[in-house]
């Protein structure tokens, strides 16, 4: 950012002049927390980098508290340096220059990221550094942790940290012979693990105060865990369950807000549950969901076949969104779909996404033989993933489908 200075002319007036136009680091002037602010969106090389430009960063470096390590996507080296090899030796010589330079006391970390596609598990060399790096942080109170290293085997130390608030792990080597310590973990994310599930509930039962565990595209088999009644949101996707687990698993969740569900081997679920708020479910294939949510304000239901039944008792619920895959429909489809909208016919406020636009036309027989099914709806959305052709027809279905509408938008 560049400002104009006003600078004495000859004749002793004020004047501005091109000439002295200085070039203002505007971000150097800010106060050392708001600095720090804007490291935490950083990968760590742009701040080091930057530090050859700017005065106040050549130091600030450092001690950010925020630590972010990456593959160097958009940054080019000699032919001669492989790529491969920066990722591993750049946060270690980060390391070795942050301990020289903070003799006295190294500030504590907030957070800890290291994010690469790379995977090291066949180098006992780079292993070893990275327990290193992630050794640094723990002893320095590391709050967040949020590690991607494929099948890289979480360390003690890790398992160890005490300070740990937020923990995240992607396609490591998950094992955990024994519940570790973590009385202060709130977040828990495991995305591809390479785990079972004792290790699983190890270290879920180490966690006596969390608050929101996510789980994805794990290697466990069907899940079998407990956790505490902190837990307020959740969040299962492409993982393996039974309804039966699943719903005394929510059962035992008093103070549970938010629920994910993308599990495909779902077949008919009853959710109990008078704190739930916040409600997702998604499956490719058949399936009946009862749910029994008093407290539930929104609602996500996509399913691919034209088979599925949902059953609603919440009578808080402000919005839904409906999500229908069906690329076939038949006499026998409609009368289904009109079915469930049904079960909604308390709605006030409703998205509908379509692959087809054929899937809302419903035919003259289906409108004879039943009544509307969202007769006290008074917004609805629809949005198709195809090109619509057959647009005033589909109006008129939809008119049909909820004739008391105020607001009807199709895009």
Same mark, same amino acid.
């Given at each position: ?62 001690? +950010? ?10 940054? +080019? ?16 010589? =980060? =390391? ?15 957070? =800890? ?6 995977? $090291? ?5 780079? +292993? ?8 640094? *942080? ?30 995240? !792990? ?23 693990? /390479?785990? /079972? ?16 565990? =996510? ?8 899940? /079998? ?15 393996? !369950?039974?309804?039966?687990? &699943?719903?005394? !698993? ?15 081997? &779902? ?16 499956? &490719? ?16 239901? *996509? ?10 008792? *919440? ?15 038949? #006499? ?11 079960? !909604?016919? $308390? ?7 379509? &692959? ?5 036309? $419903? ?45 009807? #938008?199709?895009?």
């Amino acid at each position: 950012m560049t400002m104009a200075k006003r600078v004495k002319g000859d004749n002793g007036g004020m004047v501005n002049n091109e000439l002295h136009t200085l070039f203002v680091d505007r971000i150097s002037q800010l106060p050392d927390h708001l600095i720090y602010h804007i490291f935490s969106f950083l990968p760590t090389v742009y701040i080091v980098r930057m530090s050859l430009i700017a005065k106040r960063w050549r130091h600030l470096w450092l001690s +950010t508290p925020f630590l972010y390590f990456e593959d160097f996507c958009n940054i +080019t080296f000699d032919k001669k340096v492989k790529k491969q090899d920066m990722v591993l030796n750049f946060p270690t010589n =980060f =390391f070795r220059c942050r301990e020289l330079c903070m003799k006295i006391q190294d500030p504590l970390i907030v957070s =800890f990221k290291c994010d690469t596609t790379y995977s $090291f598990a066949s180098s006992g060399i780079a +292993t070893r550094q990275i327990d290193e790096w992630l050794s640094f *942080a723990v002893q320095n109170k590391v709050k967040e942790l949020d590690l991607h290293v494929k099948q890289y085997r979480l360390p003690q130390s890790v398992r160890s940290a005490s300070s740990l608030t937020v923990l995240k !792990l992607s396609e490591v080597k998950l094992v955990v012979p024994f519940p570790p310590t973590f009385p202060s973990l709130k977040v828990l994310s495991l995305m591809c693990v /390479d785990s /079972d599930n004792k290790s699983l509930q190890n270290l879920i039962s180490g966690c006596p105060v969390i608050e929101e565990l =996510f789980l994805s595209g794990s290697s466990l088999g069907y899940l /079998d865990f407990t956790v505490s009644g902190t837990l307020r949101s959740l969040s299962l996707s492409r993982v393996d !369950l039974t309804d039966q687990w &699943l719903d005394g !698993l929510i059962s035992g969740l008093p103070i549970l807000e938010r629920l994910t569900l993308k599990c495909y081997k &779902l077949k008919n679920i009853c959710i109990c549950s008078n704190s739930l708020k916040f409600l997702s479910i998604v499956s &490719l294939k058949s399936i009946e969901a009862v749910l029994r949510t008093p407290n539930l304000v929104w609602l996500k239901f *996509a399913c691919g076949s034209d088979c599925s039944i949902i059953l609603v008792e *919440a009578p808080n619920l402000l919005e839904a969104n409906l999500y229908f895959a069906y690329r076939y429909m038949d #006499e026998t489809s409609y009368s289904a779909l009109v079915r469930l909208l049904s079960n !909604l016919n $308390f709605l006030k406020k409703m998205m509908l996404s379509i &692959l087809k636009e054929e899937v809302l036309i $419903f035919p003259e027989t289906i409108r004879k033989k039943c009544s509307s099914p969202l007769s006290n709806l008074k917004h609805l959305k629809v949005n198709s993933y195809n090109r619509l052709t057959k647009s005033a027809e589909l109006r008129d279905s939809l008119l049909w489908c909820a004739p008391s509408v105020e607001t009807l #938008e199709i895009s």
